[in-house]
């Protein structure tokens, strides 16, 4: 994927008000848009922070996007160990990765402590506006 003008490998998504809005119970509008066109070079990996992990991950496999996803992650703890695992387990270019979510505090410093480029969601969003207009 290409994020103002440089190419990431592997995209770190958020999911709750980053793709999926739990006011309406549907992933945003954008969102299959997204990965229907994105390219099958660019590993997706969604990390979720849930209180019940079980149902989280029953909502995420039953969405439209699942079938994207190389990897689905839900912690019960916090998105800084979730994304040292997940780096400790591929071993990826660090320079390669992005983190899109929707809070700066949660996954935008887990991601910078890492040494990952993150975006906020609402960033990204005006990108694509940007983009397909």
């Known amino acids: ?10 995209i770190i998504w958020d999911w709750l008000y980053t793709l999926y809005n739990p006011d309406t119970s549907k992933l945003y509008t954008w969102v299959d848009t ?3 066109n994105e390219s099958e070079s660019t590993i997706n990996i969604l990390v979720s922070f849930a209180k019940h992990p079980d149902l989280r991950a029953n909502i995420i496999a039953n969405s439209a996007i699942s079938k994207y996803l190389k990897e689905i992650v ?3 703890s916090d998105k800084r160990e979730a994304f040292r695992k997940l780096q400790a387990k591929h071993n990826f270019d660090i ?9 700066n505090d949660h996954e935008g410093k887990a991601a910078t402590i890492l040494g990952y480029d993150f975006i906020n969601v609402f960033d990204f969003a005006k990108i694509l506006r940007k983009d397909h207009i």
Do not use: A, P, Q
């Open 1 to 10: 994927m290409n994020i103002n003008g440089k190419t990431y490998e592997v």
């Open 34 to 36: 997204i990965f229907t």
């Open 74 to 76: 839900i912690d019960i």
């Open 95 to 103: 320079s390669k990765v992005l983190v899109i979510g929707d809070n």
